[in-house]
């Protein structure tokens, strides 16, 4: 199975942004275990980060065209305002997970507001790093 993994703005600056809400584990760390993840399951997951609201539409875009059968998506701050990325994920039909590394219910009021949400099958948040491994595993399971 053909899986990516998209991470928006600032979450290449794990490990150095807000440790005391986003831990000490660095974006390298992030990456290492979902690649591990990805030997675990048998499955070829691609990880991508862009601190740029087109460069993540163009890879959900790029996405439907090498048919990669699930995403996995944490937009960063574009959760709460990026209709553009809303509408990119909208117009794929596979299984997508939005996930967030802090509960996002108990922080700021702006950040409880997801336009990106509705677009995806489900979302995870507050479960730091293992939360990317839950919504791998949920796009697993609805898969088969």
Do not use: W
């Not at 150095?16 to 675990?40: F, H, M, P």
Request: net charge negative; with cysteine.
């Amino acid at each position: 199975m053909k899986l990516l993994v998209i991470n928006g703005p600032n979450l290449n600056f794990l490990g150095i942004r807000e440790k005391g809400i986003y831990g000490t584990q660095d974006y390298n760390d992030l990456v290492n275990i979902i690649q591990n993840k990805a030997k675990e399951t048998g499955c070829e997951i691609e990880c991508f980060q862009s601190n740029h609201e087109g460069a993540i539409i163009d890879k959900i875009q790029e996405a439907y065209f090498n048919k990669t059968q699930g995403i996995v998506i944490n937009p960063g701050a574009y959760t709460h305002y990026s209709y553009a990325i809303r509408d990119a994920l909208a117009s794929i039909t596979v299984p997508k997970v939005e996930i967030h590394i802090s509960d996002i219910t108990k922080r700021e009021e702006f950040r409880r507001i997801s336009v990106t949400k509705d677009a995806c099958d489900y979302q995870i948040y507050g479960h730091g790093f293992d939360g990317y491994l839950m919504a791998i595993d949920y796009i697993l399971d609805k898969s088969q």
